[in-house]
C-alpha cells in the first residue's frame, strides 16, 4: 500500500498568516492527490483535486502543488473558518490511503 | 445537486455483522467512471478508507479488512450496502459515503453515521 504522512501533524496560526502544509507518498503518486478540510462535527469537504486543481465554491486562498511524492496546500491568508483538520489523500493505487491530518488551531 | 445519506443501526454488539446503506440522488452508477465508496473516522482518529463500488460492478476493498467487508450496489434504488462482519469495539467510528470521481477523489460526502460497538 502506498503510505501517506503529513507535516506538521498540527500548528497554530493566526488570521492572516500564510500557513503551509505538505503531505508526502511512499512512492510516486503522479498528480493523483487530493486535499480535504474537515470542521469538527462535520464530514470532510473537498477542497483540492489532482494535486493542484480547486473544487468549485472553494476560495481562492487555497492553492495546491507538486506532483510525484511531494505536495503542499497553501492558505495564502488565514480566516476564521479555514480553523479545521485537513487531510491528503491519493488515488493513484486502487488502494485508496489517507494522511493521517493537519489539525490547524488558533494562536 | 448530488446527495449521499448513510443509514443503519447506530450500536451493535461484539461478533455481530454490521449493514450500512448510502442512498443517493444527483448521478447514477450506471453511468461509466461512476463509483461510490465508504471511508470511516474512528473518534478523534483520521479518515480511513474501506471499500469502493464501481458502475460496471469492479470492487476494491481495503487489504486489512478484505475478508470482512461487502459490498454491493442495487442501481434501481441509487443505493451502496457495505457489510461487515464479526464487528469489534475498535470498528467504532463515524461511517460515511462518498461519490468517486474517476481521477480518484470522493466528493461529496455524505453527513456520516456513528456506528459504536458494544455489549
Known amino acids: 500500500d502506498i503510505q501517506m504522512t503529513q507535516s506538521p501533524s498540527s500548528l497554530s496560526a493566526s488570521v492572516g498568516d500564510r500557513v503551509t502544509i505538505t503531505c508526502r507518498a511512499s512512492?510516486?503518486?503522479?498528480?493523483?492527490l487530493h486535499w480535504y478540510q474537515q470542521k469538527p462535527g462535520e464530514a470532510p469537504k473537498l477542497l483540492i483535486f489532482?494535486?493542484?486543481r480547486l473544487q468549485s465554491g472553494v476560495p481562492s486562498r487555497f492553492s495546491g502543488s507538486g506532483s510525484g511524492t511531494d505536495f503542499s496546500l497553501t492558505i495564502s491568508s488565514l480566516q476564521p473558518e479555514d480553523f479545521a483538520t485537513y487531510y491528503c489523500?491519493?488515488?493513484?493505487?486502487?488502494?485508496?490511503?489517507f494522511g493521517p491530518g493537519t489539525k490547524v488551531d488558533i494562536k | 445537486q448530488i446527495t449521499l445519506r448513510e443509514s443503519g443501526p447506530t450500536l451493535v454488539k461484539p461478533t455481530q455483522t454490521l449493514t450500512l446503506t448510502c442512498t443517493f440522488s444527483?448521478?447514477?452508477?450506471?453511468?461509466?467512471?461512476?463509483?461510490v465508496g465508504w471511508i470511516r473516522q474512528p473518534p478523534q482518529k483520521a479518515l480511513e478508507w474501506l471499500a469502493v463500488?464501481?458502475?460496471?460492478?469492479?470492487?476494491r476493498y481495503r487489504p486489512s479488512l478484505k475478508s470482512r467487508l461487502t459490498i454491493t450496489k442495487d442501481t434501481s434504488k441509487n443505493q451502496v450496502v457495505l457489510t461487515m462482519t464479526n464487528m469489534d469495539p475498535v470498528d467504532t467510528a463515524t461511517y460515511y459515503c462518498?461519490?468517486?470521481?474517476?481521477?480518484?477523489?470522493?466528493?461529496?460526502w455524505g453527513q456520516g453515521t456513528l456506528v459504536t460497538v458494544s455489549s
Open positions: 489532482a494535486a493542484s
Open positions: 489523500q491519493q488515488s493513484y493505487s486502487n488502494i485508496f490511503t
Open positions: 512512492q510516486s503518486v503522479s498528480s493523483y
Open positions: 444527483g448521478f447514477s452508477l450506471s453511468t461509466s467512471g461512476v463509483g
Open positions: 463500488i464501481y458502475w460496471d460492478d469492479d470492487k
Open positions: 462518498a461519490r468517486k470521481w474517476e481521477l480518484g477523489w470522493f466528493d461529496p
